[in-house]
């Protein structure tokens, strides 16, 4: 079915307290669907510095390790629900890459190679997770060994392992690369392997992420308000799949998805934190995870979605969008006053009294972070337990950017092209 609501390609006009995703064209919601995914990056990156300096930098490989494999079991079979994946070979594998916050188009170009239902090839012309690890240590094959190693040889299987137990990912070639890096950055082969027991020993993280609420909430498949797209990914693996491919309806629910894959992932570094290195590290690092990320997330945003401004409507635009605020799963209302002033009040909701473990909504005013990035003279006054007051007050002194926000910056990420652009299919054969 098909409402008549006409949509549009951004969020340019006035704040509206009623604005909704479905507002948006397919096109549109495509593109934040990939600005949401690219939240997993940003994640990384504003919390793995803090437990580097608090720990040591090998506690980064257990704090990888903890939060994606606690989360991307539970994402990669929300997903696969979400869109009607059913199967147990590479190709079914391989769709479930495609929609992995862990693999955000463009920034990380996965490339496909099918050859049967037991075997298959990815490949990376470009990585941006590896460029940026390569730029920030001056391509130290240490800490390059760290991520494209350690990081990835239990992740890998831990999200194949979804599809069936017996797939491995098997490298071919991978980092440390040269300084002076040429061809692909790596190239892994994906088979079941048949003699070997079945699945390798879960993290412990995973067991908890399953039991939160956020791993069995539903977002309903509303109507599509523009015609076209697939309503599901049943059919064939297709190498050069687009996010633009799928309905209006499905695109909205996947922005929402990825919002809520990422705040999985969040939730598992959380508990993992916690669990590993102490109350104390994580008390200390989640406030500052969120201002670390927030300057470059609106930035990406603003471009995105066609919002300028430092008024209050373009604040309250921003946390209407903030993507830590998962729609529907997290209950809450902006509204605008003036130019000025405004409000941000919560309401009961799954999110909020999904008490697992503790995640970033333990944190519920790092929404100010947002507000802030926007306007740094913007000032969120409690009312309550559920409400704010937030006002622009030109008398007090401006936040300046948390020290960590040049670390998300780091590569090009915050101006990295996310527009759309077929998938270049590309051979190492």
């Not at 069995?216 to 990914?233: H, N, Q």
Request: proline share 6%.
């Amino acid at each position: 079915m098909t409402a008549p609501t006409e949509t549009v390609d951004d969020y340019a006009g006035p704040f509206d307290a009623d604005w909704t995703l479905d507002r948006l064209s397919r096109s549109a919601l495509a593109r934040l669907c990939r600005e949401r995914m690219i939240g997993s990056m940003f994640h990384d990156r504003g919390l793995m510095p803090h437990i580097a300096m608090a720990v040591g930098q090998d506690a980064t490989i257990v704090q990888a390790d903890g939060e994606w494999m606690g989360a991307s079991p539970v994402y990669t079979a929300r997903n696969k629900a979400n869109l009607g994946i059913v199967g147990d070979g590479v190709g079914e594998a391989f769709k479930s890459f495609q929609f992995d916050v862990g693999a955000p188009h463009h920034f990380l170009d996965f490339q496909y190679e099918l050859i049967d239902h037991d075997q298959g090839f990815f490949w990376l012309p470009f990585c941006g997770a590896h460029d940026y690890v390569r730029q920030i240590s001056n391509n130290d094959p240490t800490l390059v060994t760290n991520m494209c190693h350690h990081m990835e040889d239990r992740t890998f299987d831990a999200t194949l392992g979804v599809t069936n137990p017996r797939l491995r990912a098997i490298p071919i070639h991978r980092p440390p690369k040269p300084d002076e890096l040429t061809g692909d950055h790596c190239r892994w082969e994906v088979r079941v392997v048949a003699d070997e027991p079945g699945g390798r020993p879960d993290e412990p993280t995973l067991a908890v992420m399953q039991d939160s609420k956020a791993a069995t909430y539903v977002f309903e498949l509303g109507d599509s308000r523009e015609p076209g797209g697939l309503d599901d990914y049943s059919g064939e693996f297709r190498p050069d799949l687009r996010l633009e491919d799928f309905s209006h309806a499905v695109l909205v629910r996947q922005a929402k998805e990825f919002a809520l894959d990422v705040h999985l992932l969040m939730r598992a570094a959380y508990l993992t934190v916690d669990e590993n290195f102490g109350t104390e590290v994580l008390d200390d690092a989640a406030p500052q995870h969120r201002q670390s990320i927030a300057p470059a997330q609106v930035a990406r945003l603003r471009t995105a979605l066609g919002i300028e401004g430092d008024d209050m409507g373009t604040v309250a635009k921003m946390l209407q969008l903030d993507p830590f605020l998962v729609e529907g799963y997290v209950d809450y209302r902006v509204e605008v006053r003036d130019d000025v002033t405004g409000s941000i009040e919560f309401g009961d909701s799954v999110g909020l009294a999904d008490d697992v473990c503790r995640s970033p909504l333990d944190w519920l005013d790092g929404f100010v972070h947002v507000a802030q990035a926007v306007n740094p003279q913007c000032v969120a006054t409690p009312v309550g337990d559920s409400r704010w007051d937030l006002h622009i007050d030109p008398d007090v002194e401006p936040v300046a950017p948390h020290w960590g926000a040049s670390m998300i910056d780091g590569g090009g990420l915050a101006e990295f092209d996310l527009t759309e652009r077929p998938v270049q299919l590309r051979s190492t054969r």
